[in-house]
């Protein structure tokens, strides 16, 4: 990689020859491959914004300007980029680079960004306090065509172009967001790509009018009646109707059109959309040909592209078990928000299309709709990510669970989650759920667990109901049921209260501290809203002492709630001890590094329960 291994920053970049810029763009999809191959991550969307995040920094200086991500996992080769090259190899690793943009990592990382709709937003604050403080550096949010199908990002293009601030907003045009993009917005765009010749007139009469006396002035005043002239000859874009310029279709595999878009945009000094068109994978055949299996990868085999595999999973065997409950019953119906992959939706969307609905990056919609299908009678199961459902707290409040609608909720990837970092754990669903009337939260500790909720939240249960489980496969602990509390080990000297597939850490902690002389007694919760205090009360009235494990958030989660409940009961004992991930945020990284750095892993929990028994 002669070209790359001499680029160590963006001022490297822009003094590198224009003929050389190819063949660096091919440079960085090998380095891509090469890395991602074995850390994992995103790799089909960094691939196919290559030539674009080059163009970006041959144009912008991002240590002034400001670069926006939306979602962020397409931000690869800006770091590449941007002097982090040579720690690439610990990307999503504990204690290495994050997956996402992060500015504590670098300055040229203006914002984190993990959820989508955001950056318009976020861009046209940086803009107005760009005025308000009379700064100069430009802005830029670079978006994916898949974050339009949120609404957030409709509400900052209407007061973006409403406001006139100099700004940048690149569409990274794909057709996907993870997978094919759905929805009236991805055949519009499907309609601008037809309009390559558009941008060009318009860079072409802007530039022969600056050259020309009166010609700023011919120009400002031909913009005030394009309107006219457009509806005779093209339709108006959407985003000009909201009084942004917009540019393009422009070739986002040819970084030199790209570089002349950009500074055409950055010179209109006034709102500007530049809509760019690029291939999902670009450059690597298993990418290109299955994007959507490459978007969020784990360690693979360059050559063939085969994936590292590791059993069946606690989202495969929702997905399985949804499929057989909905062959027996068709009110049955599965919603996703774009994650039809990630949630084990796939098998589901094949076997039952007329009851499948993927509703694009829009979960506070699909809460929503999901109220609308259960005022009739159907019943809709919402698979999400637990990150991603915090989007929609007043939905599930306002119109679910104030008339108490019968929707099921798969909470996929609960808890502390591997690779992606503070923006994908998923530590505050126990607390916002539980804060929310008339919900009843189900956590399985295994996968026969999972399937034998997940039909009693379907056929017993008639209000909302949360099923919460984490990514990844179960562990040690594989019994069935559905027990509100279960007495998973018996003991005398301590109780520990915890659920999910937490408790595989509880029994590990039982049987080292057995070897000690110390009997843990077990109460593993099947469902934590409401709790089952009567079975957590009989078992410290025994032991005299609680010790509660759980991988969320400290502030509102079980442990706080289980305490309250015995001291509001006068039920007062030698010690209670709660164990969770406190109140902070975790980075990226493996979770037994995680567990360690929260101090919910194996060794803390013993250390913590005989450090108490030692102080009597």
């Given amino acids: 990689m002669d070209i790359l291994d001499n680029i160590d920053s963006p001022s490297d970049l822009k003094v590198l020859p224009e ?13 891509l491959v090469q890395n991602v191959s074995k850390t994992g991550g995103h790799l089909a969307s960094n691939l196919g914004v290559v030539e674009l995040s080059v163009a970006i920094h ?11 991500f939306d ?44 959820h989508a709709s955001n950056s318009i937003s976020v ?49 990274n045009d794909n057709g996907m967001s993870i997978t094919n993009n759905v929805g009236g917005v991805s055949r519009y765009l499907s309609r601008q790509r037809m309009k390559p010749s558009y941008a060009a007139f318009k860079r072409r009469y802007k530039r022969l009018l600056e050259i020309l006396p009166g010609g700023r002035a011919i120009y400002k005043f031909t913009r005030n009646i394009k ?8 339709h108006c874009s959407m985003f000009e109707e909201m009084g942004l310029q917009y540019v393009g279709p422009v070739d986002g595999h040819n970084v030199n059109q790209l570089i002349d878009a950009l500074e055409w945009a950055k010179g209109l000094n006034e709102p500007v959309v530049v809509h760019v068109i690029t291939q999902k994978g670009k450059g690597y055949a298993p990418a290109e040909s299955s994007p959507e299996a490459y978007h969020g990868v784990a360690p693979f085999e360059i050559n063939t592209g085969v994936v590292s595999h590791h059993g069946k999973t606690f989202s495969s065997a929702f997905g399985h078990e949804l499929i057989a409950l909905a062959k027996r019953d068709h009110r049955i119906c599965a919603i996703t928000a774009s994650m039809a992959p990630g949630t084990g939706l796939s098998g589901f969307a094949e076997r039952f299309p007329d009851r499948f609905f993927d509703v694009g990056i829009a979960e506070g919609h699909a809460v929503t709709m999901a109220a609308g299908l259960a005022t009739q009678g159907v019943i809709p199961v919402f698979a999400v990510y637990s990150t991603f459902l915090q989007r929609s707290y007043d939905m599930l409040i306002h119109d679910v669970a104030i008339s108490g609608l019968h929707v099921v909720f798969a909470v996929d990837r609960a808890g502390l989650v591997p690779g992606d970092g503070e923006t994908h754990h998923g530590m505050f669903d126990v607390a916002y759920l539980s804060t929310i009337p008339g919900m009843t939260v189900l ?22 109901v949360a099923i919460r489980y984490p990514r990844g496969g179960e562990g040690e602990y594989k019994d069935g049921g559905i027990d509100s509390a279960k007495c998973v080990m ?7 209260v915890t659920y999910g597939i937490t408790v595989n850490t509880a029994v590990k ?89 929260a101090g919910i892993d194996e060794t803390s929990v013993c250390n913590a329960i005989r450090e108490d028994l030692n102080h009597g």
């Fill in 19 to 31: 003929d050389k810029l190819p063949a660096l763009c091919a440079e960085l999809r090998e380095f």
């Fill in 58 to 68: 041959r144009v912008f200086d991002t240590l002034t300007d400001k670069l926006i």
């Fill in 71 to 114: 979602v962020g996992h397409q931000c690869y080769v800006h770091k590449i980029l941007t002097g982090r090259k040579n720690r690439f190899h610990t990307l999503r690793q504990f204690g290495g680079l994050s997956g996402f943009p992060k500015p504590e990592e670098s300055p040229h990382d203006a914002f984190i960004a993990g």
């Fill in 123 to 171: 861009a046209l604050g940086m803009a107005r306090a760009r005025t308000i403080t009379r700064s100069k550096f430009s802005v830029i949010a670079l978006m994916g065509d898949g974050a339009l199908t949120g609404g957030l990002a409709y509400e900052a293009l209407s007061d973006a172009g409403e406001s006139g601030e100099p700004m940048v907003i690149i569409l």
């Fill in 227 to 234: 309107s006219a002239v457009k509806e005779t000859i093209l």
């Fill in 443 to 464: 956590c399985p500790a295994s996968l026969a667990e999972l399937a034998d909720m997940l039909t009693y939240a379907i056929d017993d249960i008639e209000g909302p």
């Fill in 490 to 496: 018996a003991g005398r000297d301590c109780t520990i």
């Fill in 509 to 597: 902690v039982a049987e080292t501290l057995s070897h000690e002389g110390i009997s843990v007694e077990i109460i593993k919760l099947g469902m934590i809203n409401p709790i089952d205090m009567d079975a957590i009360a009989a078992s410290v009235r025994k032991t005299d002492r609680l010790l509660v494990l759980e991988e969320s958030v400290g502030r509102g989660g079980l442990g706080e709630g289980i305490a309250a409940k015995l001291a509001a009961n006068k039920i007062n004992l030698k010690s209670v001890i709660l164990m969770d991930a406190g109140e902070t945020f975790y980075p990226g990284g493996d979770v037994e590094n995680l567990r360690k750095l």
